[in-house]
């Protein structure tokens, strides 16, 4: 056989020589002990390990840690409880602001409605002089126009007997002429 450089060439005995090598090291393993943490030859050390980890966690808690979360609670718990005792006193000027606008309100439609009455009785009050001095007026046009028709009618009658004698002289020189030859008197209104 020809070798090539790039070729690679597989010895068919390294390749045996390696799974006799994987399952010998996997018998050493078997004979060697169960699983390290449940060893009964190492109990002690582990258990001392880990009382003195548990210790140092604990030390290093209860010493840095934990004062620092209490105090970040304790901080957290005074705002919150700061919090809730603004938004209480808020929340009661807040009332306290309402109650005393509803007040103002009511006083305010109060104070209207007054206003509004007093409007009225005034506007009333003037409405009802106005009505009476017009009353007034107009009574004392009747009566002058009453006077005036009155004193009309009174010279209309005083008038009357001179027409009707004037109108009886008309129909008697009708029927009856008294003289021919005088002319006659013409009366007003007669064409």
């Known amino acids: 056989m020809a070798a090539t450089p790039h070729a690679t060439t597989v010895d068919p005995h390294a390749a045996t020589d390696a799974a ?55 901080k957290r718990a005074g705002a919150i409880q700061s919090d809730l005792d603004e938004a209480a006193q808020k929340s009661a000027a807040a009332e306290k602001a309402r ?53 009309e009618r009174t010279k209309a009658l005083a008038e009357v007997p001179a027409i009707a004698e004037a109108l009886a002289r008309d129909i008697a020189d009708k029927f009856a002429p008294a003289n021919t030859s005088a002319p006659r008197q013409r009366v007003a209104g007669e064409a």
């Not at 007034?136 to 009747?142: M, N, S, V, Y």
């Open 20 to 74: 006799y090598g994987a399952a010998d090291s996997a018998a050493h393993g078997a004979e060697g002990g169960a699983f390290p943490p449940f060893d009964a030859t190492t109990f002690a050390s582990q258990l001392f390990w880990f009382a003195l980890t548990f210790g140092a966690l604990y030390f290093v808690l209860s010493r840095f840690v934990l004062p620092q979360i209490t105090a970040v609670l304790a």
């Open 99 to 151: 109650v005393d606008m509803e007040k103002a309100v009511a006083k305010a439609r109060a104070d209207a409605r007054a206003l509004i009455d007093a409007a009225r009785a005034d506007v009333t009050a003037k409405l009802t002089a106005e009505q009476e001095a017009a009353e007034t007026r107009l009574t004392a046009k009747i009566a002058a126009a009453e006077a005036k028709v009155d004193a």
